[in-house]
C-alpha cells in the first residue's frame, strides 16, 4: 500500500526551480528518508505534499487524496514536525496539546485520556505541567512527536527532526522514531545530515539541486556512494 506518493513534482520560484520532476513513494509502514544539502528541496517537497505550497506540475497524493484540493483530508491524516515546530512558550506542555486538540475537535474526555499517553510516551510525563518555555530543543522536538501520537496520525511528516540537537537528545529522538513506526505509523523525514538519521530509515531518496540523484535502500545507496 502507497501512502505517499510524487510524480513529476515540481515547484518553480521566480528565480529557480527549487524541486524539478521528483518521482517517489513511501509504502505503508516505512520510514522514508529525504536526504540531501541545505537547498536541495526537501522542505519544498514537504510542504506540497501537506498543501502548504502551491504545486508548480506534476502531482502530489496522501492516501490518495490531492493536497491542493483536499488540504483538510491531509491535514487530518497526517502528522506534521515543521522543522522550528511552534508552541506557545507560556502554556504548558499538557495545555499546548489540549489547545490543538480542542481545535481539532477532540472531545474533554478523550483529550484528559490522550493527552498523559501521548505526553508518557515521548518520556516528557514528568514535566507535563512545565512551561514550554523552558523547554530545550529536543523537549520541543519531543513535544511535536507526542503531537502527532494524541492525533493518532497514520502518517508523520518530520522536517529535519533532530537539526540542532546534541548527539544524545538525537538518539533519543530517533529512537523515538523506531517507536513510532512500531506503531504502525508511516513516516517520511528529511536530514541534511548523512549520518545516524538514514540508520532508522528503510529507504532514502538524495536530493541534489532539486532533483532526486538516487533513490534506495540505506545498503544500495552505501554500495553505489
Ligand atoms: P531544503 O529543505 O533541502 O534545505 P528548500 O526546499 O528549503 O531546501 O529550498 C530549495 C530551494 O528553493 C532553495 O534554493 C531555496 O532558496 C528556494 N526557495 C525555497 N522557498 C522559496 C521561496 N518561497 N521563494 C523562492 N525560493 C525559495
Ligand atoms: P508559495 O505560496 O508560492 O509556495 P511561499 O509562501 O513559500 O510561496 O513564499 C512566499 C514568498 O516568500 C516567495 O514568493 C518568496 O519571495 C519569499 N521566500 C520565502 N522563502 C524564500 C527563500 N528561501 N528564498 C527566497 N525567497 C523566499
Known amino acids: 500500500e502507497t501512502v505517499i506518493e510524487a510524480k513529476g513534482l515540481t515547484k518553480r520560484y521566480d528565480t529557480a526551480t527549487a524541486v524539478d520532476s521528483v518521482n517517489f513513494s513511501v509504502a505503508a509502514g516505512e520510514i522514508f528518508g529525504l536526504l540531501g544539502p541545505n537547498g536541495a528541496g526537501k522542505t519544498t ?3 506540497m505534499l501537506l498543501g502548504l505550497s502551491d504545486i508548480s506540475a506534476g502531482t502530489a497524493r496522501v ?3 490531492d493536497p491542493m484540493r483536499e488540504p483538510l483530508a491531509v491535514k487530518r491524516r497526517v502528522g506534521y514536525l515543521p522543522d522550528l515546530v511552534g508552541f506557545y512558550d507560556q502554556l504548558s506542555a499538557a495545555d499546548n496539546l489540549h489547545y490543538t486538540a480542542r481545535l481539532m475537535g477532540m472531545s474533554l474526555g478523550e483529550r484528559k485520556r490522550r493527552i498523559p ?3 508518557a510516551r515521548v518520556g516528557l510525563a514528568d514535566v507535563a505541567g512545565k512551561k514550554v518555555g523552558a523547554f530545550s530543543r529536543g523537549m520541543r522536538q519531543r513535544l511535536g512527536l507526542a503531537e502527532i501520537v494524541m492525533k493518532d496520525a497514520r502518517v508523520a511528516i518530520l522536517d529535519e527532526p533532530t537539526n540542532g540537537l546534541d548527539p544524545q537528545a538525537s538518539l ?3 529512537d523515538l522514531i523506531r517507536a513510532l513506526k512500531a506503531q504502525g505509523v508511516s513516516i517520511l523525514l528529511s536530514s541534511h545530515l548523512l549520518d545516524r538519521v538514514q540508520t532508522v530509515c528503510d529507504r532514502v531518496a ?3 539541486a532539486g532533483k532526486i ?3 534506495g535502500t540505506v545498503e544500495e545507496l552505501g554500495r553505489q556512494v
Do not use: D, R, S, V
Open 172 to 174: 533519543e529522538l530517533l
Open 45 to 47: 517537497t514537504i510542504l
Open 63 to 65: 492516501f490518495g487524496h
Open 117 to 119: 499517553e501521548a505526553l
Open 206 to 208: 538524495l536530493f541534489n
Open 213 to 215: 540523484a538516487l533513490m
